[in-house]
């Protein structure tokens, strides 16, 4: 590089900043998953965050969550509300906590399938503070899955 004039150089920097940079924006675009963290007081909740990455599998963006406290238990499909209650409980308690798969109602009305991933986090005292989740959108293999059923 050291040959090219400055102003060669320069285009070249450039033009592979570029480059590198919509290679992140499509990695970034094609992600699955997000994180939430439940912050604790005295073992309750009293705020969840929702990352960026909601919106692409949700649909609801981490604003709608904020506004809405609800929102992450009524988009849980009906006939699985119980599991996902399950696990909040029982990280909340101490217990083990397993992940989970599930199915969500995106906000345009699909159904899409996720995995729950709960970790829970502690202060430099010991206490149990809050708990982070990783969500991962698994739509496709359940689908895949799902399709390989009927074959049989």
């Known amino acids: 590089m050291a040959e090219r004039p400055l102003d060669a150089q320069h285009q070249f920097l450039e033009q592979a900043l570029r480059e590198s940079e919509d290679r992140y924006r499509r ?10 963290t439940v912050e604790l007081k005295g073992g309750q909740p009293v705020r969840t965050i929702h990352s960026p990455g909601c919106v692409r599998v949700t649909g609801y963006t981490a604003q709608e969550y904020a506004a809405d406290p609800q929102l992450w238990i009524r988009m849980v499909d009906r006939r699985d509300r119980k599991a996902v209650v399950e696990q909040a ?5 101490g217990m083990e906590v397993k992940p989970i798969e599930h199915r969500i109602i995106h906000k345009d009305g699909t159904t899409r399938w996720v995995r729950n991933i709960p970790v829970r986090r502690y202060n430099e005292q010991g ?3 809050a708990y982070d989740g990783l969500i991962s959108d698994i739509t496709a293999y359940k689908q895949a899955e799902e399709a390989k059923i009927r074959e049989q």
């Open 127 to 129: 206490t149990f503070i």
């Open 89 to 93: 409980t029982r990280v909340r308690s």
């Open 27 to 36: 990695l970034l675009a094609s992600v699955t998953d997000y994180v939430y």
